[in-house]
């Protein structure tokens, strides 16, 4: 298995440009996170899906961001507008109910 | 306060030591207790899973869990320098399996 596969690796964008970032999960878990790493916070759970459903999106600023889980194998996490406290580390994590199996991240930079 | 505490480090012990890395929690309803190792620029890798109380060992490492006292600990054996990473604790419960509090992560830097 390729593991959690993460897109991109890398992104600069400027403030107030939208942002997707992608997530393919290990084929077989049912559970989804999304999480956001910083220096000062650590890692934060943003949202979870299980079975392809939001279970708990209470750590996610709605107003602009969203998190989508169309199909078992994709979950996207968008940011619109995007501001430099946005600025971390995403990582995308899946499991089927034991431990957490996380992607490579996506660093963000908005300027 | 948070709710899991860990010291970030950075702990440096020479090659072949005991490598000892501990969280402190305050939810006495946390079941489930991970253990993750964090390379630079690398996403975190599950290393120990236990739940409830009780030790747990696989190759070099062993997990304990004192719910008594909301302790937890990681220790690894005969260390070598591809040990250096961060080491993060989480937990979480019955209740809320899908929301794991992560501590802050202890940076291990072993020397050769």
């Given at each position: ?10 992104e ?15 084929s077989?878990h049912?559970?989804l996170?999304?999480y ?61 109910g ?12 908005v300027v | ?14 090659e ?36 409830s ?12 869990v ?5 302790y937890?600990?990681?220790?690894i ?22 929301k794991l ?12």
């Amino acid at each position: 298995d390729a593991g959690v596969i993460q897109s991109p690796r890398h992104e600069v964008t400027e403030m107030g440009q939208e942002v997707t970032l992608r997530c393919k999960p290990i084929s077989g878990h049912d559970y989804l996170f999304w999480y956001r790493q910083t220096m000062m916070q650590g890692l934060e759970l943003l949202v979870y899906f299980n079975n392809k459903a939001v279970m708990d999106d209470s750590g996610m600023p709605k107003d602009r961001f969203s998190a989508k889980m169309p199909n078992a194998s994709f979950s996207t996490l968008k940011i619109q507008p995007s501001e430099p406290r946005d600025s971390a580390v995403y990582f995308c994590a899946s499991s089927s109910g034991g431990g957490y199996t996380f992607g490579s991240g996506t660093r963000l930079t908005v300027v | 306060q948070k709710e899991v505490e860990q010291d970030p480090g950075p702990l440096s012990v020479p090659e072949g030591a005991i490598v000892s890395l501990n969280c402190t929690y305050s939810n006495s309803a946390f079941q489930y207790f991970m253990w993750y190792r964090q390379y630079s620029r690398k996403g975190p890798e599950l290393l120990m899973y236990t739940y409830s109380s009780g030790n747990k060992e696989d190759g070099r490492f062993t997990a304990q869990v004192d719910k008594s006292s909301k302790y937890i600990s990681l220790f690894i054996r005969d260390s070598q320098p591809s040990d250096s990473a961060t080491y993060l604790c989480a937990m979480s419960t019955t209740d809320s399996w899908g929301k794991l509090q992560f501590g802050a992560g202890t940076q291990v830097v072993v020397t050769p």
